[in-house]
């Protein structure tokens, strides 16, 4: 799958390894529509490397129809990645009772329903698109987390959004084969993100701490080139890549 002159949609774009993803495709020749809830943020980045942004809230079908609507109207869409999620921590049973029923389905609704409403329409409007000399239409690239697997202490909602992302990848790749359109997923550890950049210096050097080699954060850049690598190898389907340093998360 060529990126020169495809056109690409990336949620959770506004910041993080959404932003870097954007910044990376649009380096190496695509089209790219910036989606983020925080439209400010989208526009910021997408001004930055000529791409156009969208105000978009991945949970809403209308939104990311629009959105995905938008896109094939540049060119062709190729390609989708989906980085909008949420990491909100709470236990199963804390000091206060049980964890509240819409805590759970927050993260699950923005995490995975999310990730499955881009992936669903953004394979619709791929699947009307003309196939490649090789006969692929697309690629849609999703973001699980090494929690998906390793999920600590707190992380009952998040782990199970994440491990749902993990188990749609074989299915929908399966379902999208007769359409051109290849599935993948990239499940990340530990990276340097705004939210872990906030935290004390001793509380980054404790996490740096449990990653073996190479012994730091994962660099958003780092996640971009493998979203590269996915898009360029066209044997590279139904896979799911941890991304992480060969780090395992401990209990808590």
Do not use: W
């Amino acid at each position: 799958m060529q990126l020169e002159g495809s056109v690409a949609v990336v949620t959770g774009a506004g910041s993080g390894l959404g932003a870097a993803t954007a910044r990376h495709l649009a380096e190496h020749g695509a089209r790219v529509m910036l989606l983020d809830r925080n439209g400010d943020a989208a526009h910021a980045v997408a001004a930055g490397i000529g791409g156009t942004a969208h105000e978009c809230d991945v949970t809403q079908e209308a939104d990311v129809a629009s959105a995905m609507e938008a896109a094939a109207a540049m060119g062709p869409l190729r390609v989708a990645v989906s980085c909008a999620g949420i990491g909100t921590a709470g236990r199963v049973l804390g000091r206060d009772g049980p964890m509240a029923l819409g805590d759970f389905d927050r993260v699950i609704r923005v995490n995975l329903i999310g990730t499955f409403n881009v992936l669903r329409l953004a394979a619709a409007m791929m699947a009307e698109t003309e196939p490649d000399a090789d006969g692929q239409r697309g690629v849609i690239i999703n973001t699980a987390s090494v929690a998906a697997q390793d999920g600590q202490v707190g992380q009952a909602a998040y782990a199970a959004s994440k491990g749902g992302i993990v188990s749609m990848a074989l299915p929908a790749a399966r379902e999208l084969a007769r359409f051109g359109i290849r599935v993948n997923t990239i499940a990340p550890g530990i990276f340097r993100t705004p939210l872990l950049e906030s935290l004390p210096q001793e509380v980054r050097d404790g996490i740096i701490a449990t990653i073996p080699c190479p012994h730091r954060l994962g660099e958003p850049e780092e996640f971009a080139r493998t979203v590269r690598f996915i898009i360029e190898t066209d044997y590279l389907n139904a896979e799911v890549i941890r991304l992480d340093g060969g780090v395992r998360l401990p209990p808590r």
